[in-house]
């Protein structure tokens, strides 16, 4: 079952990649909070059940919740427009992450450990590379936070990997490293937003000291 769970992580990524509206976006990520929930619910069953009660509750409420809510805050109060204005075609955004999908599972066919769990090293790689190519490839700096959101998710995947071994406090890192990530990042789009309305990265060109 947490493989069928991480396959359609994946999945959720390809579907990033095309994605127009920045409501879009928001369901997404909020999906794949639902996903790790999931994933983390069978996978850590054999851990101290305050830690296994901590961490479902931070994905749950965290991620789940509280950040698309935010996000959706965030675009309605700074009145972005509602597409996500890519760089480049859809089509090759398409492309470009399905072969980031399909390689690194290529890539972890040639790893020979017996401890490694292939499709949790498939799905983390994935959102890793795939939160990068939505920063570089989308104007919009609220899209380059959700990238940043999209590579929390894969490091959380690796965590996950060895979540019956992995002590309180990483879990709490993680927790505060998504806060103080999304904290920042708001208060920064925030402010840009009493600016440009737009809170384009190619309007950023124009400021001058």
Do not use: C, W
């Amino acid at each position: 079952m947490t493989n069928v769970l991480l396959i359609i992580f994946a999945m959720s990524l390809i579907y990033l990649s095309i994605a127009n509206r920045l409501m879009s976006y928001v369901k997404i990520l909020a999906f794949q909070g639902i996903l790790l929930f999931g994933v983390s619910f069978i996978e850590l069953g054999e851990m101290n059940p305050l830690n296994l009660a901590f961490i479902l509750f931070e994905t749950i409420v965290f991620k789940t919740i509280a950040v698309p809510l935010f996000l959706k805050y965030v675009i309605q109060r700074n009145e972005i427009t509602r597409e996500a204005e890519p760089f480049v075609p859809h089509f090759i955004s398409l492309i470009v992450v399905t072969t980031i999908v399909v390689v690194t599972f290529l890539l972890s066919n040639t790893i020979e450990d017996v401890q490694l769990n292939k499709v949790y090293f498939v799905a983390a790689l994935s959102a890793l590379f795939t939160g990068l190519y939505i920063i570089g490839t989308r104007k919009k700096i609220l899209t380059h936070v959700m990238g940043f959101l999209v590579i929390e998710n894969g490091v959380f995947i690796l965590s996950l990997a060895v979540g019956n071994e992995m002590p309180m406090l990483l879990n709490t890192g993680i927790l505060l490293d998504l806060f103080i990530t999304v904290l920042l990042l708001g208060i920064f789009v925030n402010k840009i937003g009493d600016v440009l309305k737009d809170v384009d990265v190619d309007q950023l060109r124009k400021l001058k000291d």
